[in-house]
């Protein structure tokens, strides 16, 4: 079975500050890694996705992430934090043998200090 | 292309009543997915549609729940005789799979249940 854990259930840096979140997965498969920010009493919105081919992803507002296959790792970067950034941000894994459903981590809490 | 629309944004109903709620998925996209998510946990997978015929459901999903997906479009989650625990933001999302590769899940506003 396929599986997401997110480090730390919150994080918070300062503005201008590297932001860091860490994500692993267990996968007998390839695994197609998703990472996705949810603002608050919305909807999920995608920022980047790993599918195939290159490992270092770039994504919407500045992020990225890089696809390691050796640490099981799809941990999510952006140099440079900015307060429109805070939000709730989930890394899930596709169950792309049973219909493409999401399995997502528990996510983490990003704060911005001004 | 307007994206996905749920309906209602947020629902509040008494322990024992019946729920419904609507989801109108991206027009072409023939995949769509519900999902539940609760207080400070990620979204977990409750049931699939492709086209109209309902293909996955998770063990979450009890007898007291029911989806369905008329003629491939919009689709509906129905909760008969709601207890509290099904409090939570229910999730609709919707994909367009026509390749081995899975597409992006375009996701909804959510509906906010809160059974009172």
């Known amino acids: 079975a396929q599986s997401v854990t997110q480090l730390g259930s919150h994080v918070s840096v300062s503005e201008g500050a590297l932001v860091l979140l860490r994500c692993n997965y267990s996968?007998?498969?390839?695994?197609?890694l998703f990472w996705y920010v949810q603002y608050p009493n919305q909807g999920l919105q995608l920022l980047l996705k790993?599918?195939?081919?290159?490992?270092l992803v770039k994504g919407i507002n500045g992020f990225e992430a890089e696809f390691k296959k050796s640490e099981t790792s799809f941990h999510l970067t952006k140099p440079s934090a900015h307060m429109s950034d805070a939000a709730e941000y989930f890394c899930?894994?596709?169950?792309?043998?049973?219909?493409?459903?999401?399995?997502f981590g528990q996510g983490t809490e990003l704060s911005v200090k001004p | 292309d307007t994206g996905v629309s749920q309906d209602p944004r947020h629902k509040i109903t008494k322990r024992g009543q019946n729920v419904t709620f609507r989801c109108d998925p991206i027009?072409?996209?023939?995949?769509l997915y519900w999902y539940r998510q609760t207080l400070g946990q990620g979204p977990e997978f409750l049931t699939y549609?492709?086209?109209?015929?309902?293909?996955?459901k998770s063990r979450l999903l009890s007898d007291r729940f029911s989806a369905e997906r008329p003629k491939g479009s919009f689709s509906t989650l129905e909760i008969q005789r709601t207890e509290q625990g099904d409090s939570a933001m229910y999730l609709c999302?919707?994909?367009?799979?026509?390749?081995?590769?899975?597409?992006?899940?375009?996701f909804g506003p959510g509906t906010r249940l809160t059974v009172l």
């Open positions: 999302a919707s994909s367009l799979d026509d390749s081995l590769l899975p597409d992006t899940q375009y």
């Open positions: 996968s007998s498969v390839p695994p197609y």
């Open positions: 790993y599918t195939t081919g290159a490992t």
């Open positions: 899930a894994v596709s169950d792309y043998n049973q219909g493409g459903k999401l399995i």
């Open positions: 027009s072409e996209h023939n995949r």
């Open positions: 549609f492709q086209n109209e015929a309902q293909l996955e």
